[in-house]
């Protein structure tokens, strides 16, 4: 059995029974994608705000190219593209395709207007459930459509990230949508929760590089490459915060002089401090006495107990310092998981922002925020990195970026796991991200 | 007398006359912007190619901005803003109206929708007519009314050039408007026209800083503040070549290797070249053996006899010494320019590009495309700059920019004469820019 | 026994065994820098070829200044500096030392003149040596003065890569030194080491965060804060080829295309190499059909049994991929070393470049060139700064650099062991870094 | 009579007085430079503290270059160069020489050392004046020897405005050469001077395109290409403020919040004091309520009635426009110079700076600091560069700078007269620039 051949596992259920799945979860992520464009305006949808972010439109058209590129140009019977130079246009970053289009100009494509983007989708879409149909049978054909699918709902919280960042640029601070408001809720105190370490196995429950038992995985059993193999790690004893840091806590950071400071940064993130003249989070402003944040529903006043977000790995490290403890490693991070349900604050939720934790013990492992971790993205041992341009898709990604876990707010739920390893450099700062703390034991 | 209070000046028709004539021709050119933007999607509206550009929709803005600060801020009764934060949104550069929103982030205004700039300019189109009504007597009030008018045909022209930019650098290589076909003509042989200098009068026809006498200037008597005032300029013997360089000529420079031969270009010029690897005009593209140019059609074969056109000061230049010759000064222009009629391809001809010389003598000097001069952008001897804002206009300008003269293909044919002075700097390719030589006679 | 306050550890011989050492070794090691400067004219000790780099003279005064600032201001009684602006002036990136000069200047400072600096240099000397008189029974004061002769050693390679970088700018290609002949040696073929795994040992041998055992160290128990605490780590099985990848190796990598072909490259590298322009290793050139390189004895035909060196991580790993292998990670290289002797080409054989391979089995692994590993720079779990300023030595650059071992032909022997942990950006070029394969098995 | 062959005129004396004064001048001007540089230790003379400058061991070389390429090269039979590389190395920009050294590398040429330069300087001093024996008849061999004495002292001030810019970038602020104390006298006020205008004539005196008359000229008639032709100009009438203006009187404007206001800036001049956060001259600093300054002497206290001095074009523009007036255009100068009388403040008094006006009436036009005009650098109305690399001299920098008159306290006084034109980009701080007044009459 080929590993390299079927990097993007997927489970051993009965064809028909898969079929039968994928034919339900397509058109349904799918259209998840378009109801969270729905609100935007053609304008909103065509423009960029930073060469690291992409216009919605974009996302759409990208998304659609990924399932015509990699599975109709293969699998479709005289296949012919629904534009012709759609495959160099909304080619992200795949060598192994081709050329492509620069990446901070995506925001000057006018055209294709974004009604031809929706018909782009349409089309695809179609074609696609044409090809469930007659291809279901075949395993690899599966493995790409649920990668396929999740790729589209990476894509999604993409999305809903860049357009904040988008947004929050304009002086109007535009609302994209009337969020719900917060459950009223005691406060919860942060404790430590424990663990002994030891050999301990980390990466997605595979055999052979790819899922054998379906009922082991948390959904379906897909996993990207990048979770594989399972191995063994030796971690010494430690603890992890049982929640997220709040606003409150940051803000005590803030008012002690953190980020002038320089004790407490690691010598690249002061200098981006610095040069940057950064004092709180990108999304905070001060007016007068008060603290407020750009929300996806506009300005907000901040809520102390809610988790701080959008911090880069710089301000996480220093908070942690400040703190007397460290952030955590993936491997700790994932092996504490593992008792964790998986319940959280996702995309699901449509809450579109972290939430304060609700409940005493190990809390808000999955959702609500991304959690910087202090491994950098490597390779696992034994990683092999799939043939062919969609092995380009994590590998080639795996040096000076850091590891995030858990999940978000704008995370669809059936889409995380415990060996998700999600991944940003350490400036990055317009990602659902946030701070758990840790220490030795 | 206080020419400080009277920059941009009008002729002294009685009242009433005036009042009609502002009366047509406002809404008229006001109309012709929509028209312009007609053919544009919401998405092709929005988005800004470069820092030097700015979107469509910001032109439609700024220019009814224009006219809403500088004279219903004054001249209306209890006058409100037609949305609180535009005031700041779309001041373009002007520090004495207060703060402006940054220059590169013109294209991440996705809000206001353009259905709201379109509801803004129908708003103040609807207050500067009613003003007009009810300040037309007051000269100052009809200056501005002129100003702003004039000012809204500057950015008819920069809506254009920007437009064309940004769709270059789409691969789709979008057809903006189909243009029509070119008449057929034979060639036309490039001469040396001779002039033999003295002391000349230089600036617009004016007294004591404004037009006394309205049948004296070309249009109603309006000129720009930096026309002023006339003044006394001594010229040596000077010769101009009868009509503008065409593409074939360049062609030959091209060819001959003059990208790569640094004797040809000004020192600053020759580093522009090499640190950006130029090695024809912006808009030219070579396939196989055939030379080609982006249009506001979209990408046609090169015209032989049709102007070349999107060159910059450094290019001009460097074809002129490469020609044994030279760049007019912009009192050679001027003076030359004195007895030619007005007569042209301008915007009012639609035809969206520079068209080749119909007849023989001194051609094109008004439309097609604007002629780089050797002159530094200066003000004339006792130039005076009016007073508050408006006197940013044009005075703080007056540096490290080039003067260009004639109008171009893009330029309303009653908004160009004789004394008028176009500006950019020596880099700028975008605008409709050509060249016309001249030798000392 | 508090380990924040020793945490550059030493063993516990008897005081005045230490004493005497410390006598001996300090001038030992502080001449030989002197001797390292001494081919060089005041010209040569002066100039900055880069932000990265630093002048010979400024390596000079910077070490002398370590000693005054961490040594004398604490032990000297009525401690006065030898020239009030030295603090500033030489203080390289302790913020807890307080202000400092910016490092892209170094090479402005022609003054103070060097022969100042060697004044200052013996001045120092010579009250340290008065100190080890007197302080030589504390323990910590002689930690202090291990850990100023560590950082002098380290000081001696960095002045000579900074200097080979300043020299190979010029033109001239001037020659640092006459270098002694290669021995002629028959090739050694590369072969696989292998290794079982399993949980290991990592880090410097010290208990309680310090050396108690000072028979366990290889010098005397000296070790960095960065290889403490030991700990252990899981590995899996794997493979390391016995010698270092040869420069006719690397340049069938070239010839192959490999600097044209993205598959090779992580993504990052392959923007390095294309922004860069980059085609061969820094100090490569070509000259008609042959290779030649720059090295510290001028320009000179490419030994094609020599390690190819001043490799970036980039290019490191894309040579890896393309052989099929991959880097090691640090635990495996250190745990491989334990059992390789610690002979190897150091500058103490004043080779000053990497020589050919001379037997089979695992070999080259200390001396020669370090060797990146695909270890991101972090803290080892349990990891403790020590307090104040000197806690900036190591701990705030753990982020975006990677660890490299097994030291240099630049190294001196009796400052390098297998715990040794050096680091650089993934981009780095002029440190005399090499590639050791290795791979899962 | 071939202009073109010429147009770095002399006059006509007989030759054997024109071959004696050479055989003078040469040695004398060539001592002079090393004098200069006599204080400096070989490090000074190495370091480049910007792109824009030179280290003054270039200086050195390149002048003495200049004589060996222009000169050496076509009148010495059997010409061989001092050393087979300086050809490239001290080239500074003549692309019709070849190649040249790039300009930011300067500072890393600590080979050749300064004693070979020396030595260079040496060997080519005495071939020159072999060669003014030989061919002292052949005039256009006098006029090369000539140009090159006037480059030499070009380079005499550009050496020590590069030495205070790298010097003053050093915190010990180190001192050159003690300065001679200023004589105390009365402050003068300042006044206008009135012209009439008219039309005048402009540029050195001479026929043809070279001086016939050596009567006429003031050093023996030399004069740059870029002086000539001598031509008409139109003045309107105007009025010159009778001397520089003072520190006091900047100080003023620095009180008033001139740095703060962007009413007084031109609009690229108010982008570069808010980028560079700019809020006085560049060797200016304050301590306490103390204004003082960097000086070739180190840091001394403000002399209130000195000149202010290193301002650049848009400091002296705002300054102007704050004075309700402007800057002078240089055919203003020019013609108002005329009746001036040369004695100054000259290099030759080494006062090395600017000293306060000593007298009423029109003074300080010559010496003291270059005074900046509105006039942009431009070609003389039938100007014709001479042909070959020489014809680089000037010609090919006649775009974006402007054009500075008079000289200053470190011009050479036999250097100077009413004709010359100096030019800088308006960015420029590092030379001796001060502001003299002017207004329309």
Same sequence: chains 1, 2, 3, 4.
């Avoid at 259209?31 to 060469?51: G, K, V």
């Amino acid at each position: 059995m080929n590993t390299r051949q079927s990097p993007f596992v997927t489970d051993v259920m009965t064809d028909s029974r898969e079929v039968s799945r994928l034919a339900e979860k397509f058109p349904r992520v799918r259209a998840t994608t378009l109801e969270l464009a729905a609100p935007l305006s053609e304008e909103d949808c065509c423009a960029q705000s930073m060469p690291d972010t992409s216009p919605v439109k974009w996302h759409l058209a990208h998304t659609t190219w990924f399932f015509e590129t990699f599975i109709l140009e293969k699998f479709e019977d005289g296949f012919g593209p629904f534009h012709a130079s759609f495959r160099v246009l909304f080619n992200s970053y795949y060598n192994g395709v081709g050329e492509k289009h620069p990446r901070p100009q995506r925001g000057l494509l006018t055209r294709p207007p974004l009604s031809l983007v929706r018909e782009y989708r349409a089309n695809v879409d179609e074609r696609i459930a044409a090809a469930i149909v007659r291809h279901g049978n075949d395993r690899h054909f599966r493995e790409l459509v649920e990668l396929g699918i999740n790729h589209e709902q990476q894509h999604q919280e993409l999305l809903l990230t860049d357009l904040k960042h988008l947004l929050s640029l304009n002086p109007l601070l535009p609302c994209y949508r009337e969020l719900p408001p917060l459950p009223a809720a005691a406060p919860v105190r942060s404790e430590w929760a424990e663990f002994a370490g030891g050999v301990v196995e980390i990466g997605a429950p595979a055999l052979s590089g790819f899922n054998v038992d379906p009922g082991e995985g948390i959904h379906g059993g897909f996993c990207f490459d990048n979770e594989l193999p399972r191995h063994r790690q030796y971690l010494s004893p430690y603890r992890l915060a049982t929640r997220l840091v709040t606003n409150a806590e940051y803000l005590s950071f803030i008012e002690a002089g953190g980020y002038r400071d320089a004790q407490w940064w690691l010598s690249e993130g002061w200098d981006w401090v610095r040069s940057n003249a950064i004092e709180y989070p990108i999304y905070w402003l001060r007016e007068g006495d008060e603290w407020r944040e750009f929300t996806l529903s506009g300005e907000q006043r901040i809520g102390p107990e809610q988790p701080v977000a959008h911090v880069s790995y710089f301000e996480a490290d220093a908070f942690a310092r400040f703190s007397g403890a460290r952030l955590p490693t993936e491997s700790e991070w994932e092996h504490a998981s593992a008792k964790c349900s998986m319940e959280g604050n996702f995309l699901d939720q449509r809450n579109f922002r972290a939430v304060p934790a609700a409940r005493n013990g190990l809390a808000q492992m999955f959702g609500d925020l991304w959690e910087w971790t202090s491994s950098s993205y490597a390779p696992y041992p034994g990683f092999q990195a799939p043939e062919g341009a969609i092995g380009e898709y994590n590998g080639k990604f795996m040096v000076n970026q850091y590891v995030l876990r858990g999940g978000s707010c704008a995370t669809p739920a059936d889409h995380i796991r415990a060996s998700y390893r999600n991944f940003f450099p350490t400036s990055a700062q317009w990602q659902f991200t946030g701070i758990r703390l840790a220490t030795d034991n």
